[in-house]
């Protein structure tokens, strides 16, 4: 059973950075692209960051220069680096995972796998 278990979420003042990590279990994701959505209330979810297994990287522009996709195929973990947070990053993330894809994906369609998400609280 696949499994995607997000960490790090929490309360930050704007101008701070957190850390999210989504480790996966059940399979390998190795050459897999791999996502991070956001869902603020009321509002549908959106693209945030994506990672195709090359390690190629893609944001959407609200978080470029600010947050950073990476992963680490050892651990079979994704995380996404966020600094300088505005109170608008404010959302549950969602980590998510293509199945059998390596390309980048940018849309909720594109994922197979979801976690249950982390909530980012930033304050002003």
């Known amino acids: 059973q696949v499994q995607l278990l997000e960490s790090g979420g929490g309360l930050v003042q704007t101008g701070g950075s957190l850390r999210l990590s989504c480790a996966a279990s059940g399979r390998t994701f190795r050459t897999n692209a791999m996502g991070w959505f956001r869902q603020a209330p009321g509002k549908e979810r959106e693209f945030v960051a994506a990672?195709?297994?090359?390690?190629?990287?893609y944001y959407t522009d609200s978080v470029k220069g600010r947050f950073t996709i990476s992963r680490d195929n050892t651990k079979n973990t994704v995380y996404l680096q966020m600094n300088s947070l505005k109170p608008d990053d404010t959302a549950v993330y969602y980590c998510?995972?293509?199945?059998?894809?390596?390309?980048?994906?940018?849309?909720?369609?594109?994922?197979?796998?979801w976690g249950q998400g982390t909530q980012v609280t930033v304050s002003s």
């Open positions: 998510a995972a293509r199945d059998g894809y390596y390309g980048l994906g940018y849309a909720r369609g594109d994922y197979d796998y």
């Open positions: 990672i195709s297994g090359g390690s190629i990287t």
